[in-house]
């Protein structure tokens, strides 16, 4: 299985779209290493949109942006696996790409037998000009990709990218390792809150070996207050998302590499077993999402949604006393009032109490079993 877990790693686009060049990726890929990164999981270097010629060369061959890659792709990959990490590239299955560049119809075998030969690891193969309306084509778009990457002989994770139109997390699995299921995230609270609602109805479809994806991490970009960044990040790990960091990892301030490579978090994120957060409750303040763990203890995760402080609700009762606070490694304190956009995150068996019911949803703080 090339993905038991949610691969990780850093995308080009939420940083610099089409700016992306061989400096930014290896001074990234460096950073990656140095700020401790590699180190915590996040393994793919992946060059987005924007590092081809605006045309093929006249053999045929995708050809790279000479100015932004004076070296060429196979140097960038040599230098991103020299650091002990792997190399990723963006094409699409139409005739452009979303920013206009060249896609592969007509070239995917030379294409991939190309990215092969280069040492690409990851490719991400974003549909945009591909006829969205033939849902039959993007199935078989897709699979005729797979099947050329595996032809190479290289291990080759492949991403779609078709934003859910398809409703891919119905029939990706076996073709590729992640799926977008939402149009772009932006690096804005209601854009995150949003997309990470989209996922809770698809959490079954998601697992070992393919994985939904609520799109590429925007922590550390916008205006995303520091209780953003944490709830955007604790919310990707409780959904079991694809972690790809989009920002400048070498100015990123300590506190959000710390968050980064929070190993409470990544510890949600990486279990073995796979599952993705299922919502519990929703309230007029407060979303709370629960995912099983490998170890058969549970996490929960309490977010205020709203823009006023909001206590936790009722539904930690449901750990056993000493269940664990992500944050802090401490037992958390079930009195807490959390800020706005704030996010608790418990660690714990689940009480005898027993399964929760469809009752929980509409329980709210005055119930008589609250903590
Ligand atoms: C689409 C994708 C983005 C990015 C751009 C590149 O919008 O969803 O993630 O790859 O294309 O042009």
Partial sequence: MRVPTPPMGWNSWNQVHEAVSEDVVLRTARAMVDRGLAAAGYTYVVVDDGWQARARAADGRLAHDPEKFPRGMAYVAD?????GLKFGIYSAP???TCAGYPGSIGYEEQDAAMFADWGVDFLKYDWCSAAP??????TAAYSLMRRLLDETGREIILSLSEYGVTRPWHWARGIGDMWRTTYDIWPTWSSIYGIANQQLPIVEYTGPGGWNDPDMLHLGNGDLTLDENRSHMALW????APLFVGTDVEHLSDELVALLVHPGLLGLNQDPL???????????????LRKPLAD?????GILNHTTKPAPLTYHLY???EGAVDVWTGEPIDRHQVLAPHAMAIAVGAETARGAWSAGDLDRRLDCEDCA
């Fill in 237 to 240: 790990c409780l959904l079991a």
């Fill in 133 to 138: 309306e033939v849902a039959d084509r993007t």
């Fill in 79 to 83: 230098e991103v696996h020299a650091l």
């Fill in 296 to 300: 058969g203890r549970v996490a929960l």
């Fill in 274 to 288: 796979g599952k993705a957060s299922a919502t519990t409750g929703v309230d007029g303040t407060t979303l709370t």
């Fill in 318 to 320: 449901r750990l056993e």
């Fill in 94 to 96: 139409g005739a452009r």
